[in-house]
């Protein structure tokens, strides 16, 4: 896309949250107590009183009003550390505006920020594939999508994420399996088929992998069937992960 059809909010605010990824990022590496704590096993996102941060709040975020309401929500939970931070969330955003996305993967929706935050810039026939295997979490930020009026772009999958994107392996048929292909049939119908099995291979835009990083390589390969030349994948912590000390 030439930069000149780029709003000049969004190719700013872009720039600016790549710089301060990128600096948090090097930071991280040289100085990771301080940025990130001592314990490698937290999500590494900066700290609240970091002046990055702080800086990165003042004068690049527009979060959504709703967004924060669920981000706040979510920050009550034991468990709201692991949430995408809303700065991410923001620049994931920027990015799918840039090739103007309409179908996007998500998985590991957790309470559903960030999918509340990708549902919100599609357009009307835009469509959010969701993957979770926790009800009970994503019940948290379910009303906060009706209440923003973009729920009939979210398709909640709640299963392990390598059935919703790719065809389970061939066996032979038991009874168990008779009735497995019922219910398949009954899932298709329903909308509900496997992504690479009803062949929508290369016609998502967005990837985004937050899940369980034993299966991140499984997410990836299916992910680059899945998007489009030209679409983008982004995955949670890859970087960091590799780092080492």
């Known amino acids: 896309m030439p930069w000149f059809s780029v709003t000049k909010e969004v190719a700013m605010g872009t720039a600016m949250l790549g710089v301060a990824f990128a600096t948090g990022v090097l930071a991280g590496k040289r100085y990771p107590s301080i940025f990130f704590g001592a314990s490698k096993s937290s999500k590494t996102v900066i700290g609240k009183d970091s002046p990055l941060w702080q800086y990165i ?14 981000r706040l929500l979510t920050l009550d939970h034991p468990w709201g550390r692991i ?11 920027n990015l799918a505006k840039l090739i103007k996305a309409k179908k ?3 998985i590991g929706v957790f ?12 357009p009307d026939n835009g469509r959010v594939v969701a993957c979770d295997i ?3 979490y994503v019940n948290i930020g379910k009303p906060l999508w009706k209440e923003a009026e973009v729920e009939h772009k979210i398709d909640l999958r709640i299963k392990p994420a390598s059935e919703t994107l790719g065809k389970r392996k061939a066996k032979s048929m038991g009874k168990a399996d008779a009735f497995d292909s019922v219910q398949k ?21 967005f990837a985004f992998i937050d899940a369980d990083k034993e299966s991140s390589n499984e997410y990836y390969e299916k992910c680059l069937r899945l998007v489009r ?9 890859e970087a960091l992960r590799t780092m080492g000390p």
Not at 229 to 237: E, F, H, S
């Open 57 to 70: 709040l003042d004068h690049s975020l527009r979060e959504h009003p709703l967004l924060k309401k669920l």
């Open 134 to 136: 926790n009800e009970d």
């Open 229 to 237: 030349k030209g679409g983008i994948i982004a995955i949670d912590n």
């Open 111 to 122: 309470t559903g920020y960030n999918t509340l935050n990708m549902a919100l810039i599609l």
């Open 185 to 205: 049939k009954k899932n298709t119908e329903e909308g509900h088929e496997e992504l690479l099995a009803a062949g929508e291979a290369e016609t998502y835009d």
């Open 104 to 106: 996007v993967i998500e």
């Open 83 to 93: 949430m995408v931070s809303c700065d991410q969330a923001q620049f994931m955003a």
